[in-house]
């Protein structure tokens, strides 16, 4: 197999690891290495897509990381019986 569809699977791998109510999708894989991620936002209705480029598998890799951590903690908020605003 070829270098770059070896890349591909492997930002695959760890985009799929990305558990979040928010809406990604890969916009591109590059020969070099580059992948570029989309976060379709809307915001009052108008969509404002966000883009993320990583140059690594280790940057997309703590990117997921972020995101999930994020989701717990709100999650973590949501459940729990103390709300921040009392």
């Given amino acids: ?5 070896n890349i591909e ?10 558990n979040t109510r928010k809406k ?3 916009k591109s894989i590059e020969e070099d290495n580059q992948i ?4 379709d936002e809307e ?10 480029v990583f140059n690594s598998e280790k940057e ?3 990117f997921i990381t972020q995101e999930n951590q994020f989701e717990r903690d709100i999650s973590q ?3 729990g019986n103390s ?3 009392r």
Wanted: aromatic content about 12%; proline content about 5%.
């Fill in 1 to 5: 197999m070829d270098h770059q569809h």
């Fill in 9 to 18: 699977i492997s930002y695959r791998k760890i985009f799929a690891r990305l």
């Fill in 24 to 26: 990604f999708v890969i």
């Fill in 36 to 39: 570029t991620v989309e976060q």
């Fill in 43 to 52: 915001i009052c209705g108008q969509k404002e897509p966000r883009l993320f």
């Fill in 60 to 62: 997309l890799e703590t």
């Fill in 77 to 79: 908020q949501l459940s």
């Fill in 83 to 85: 709300m921040p605003y």
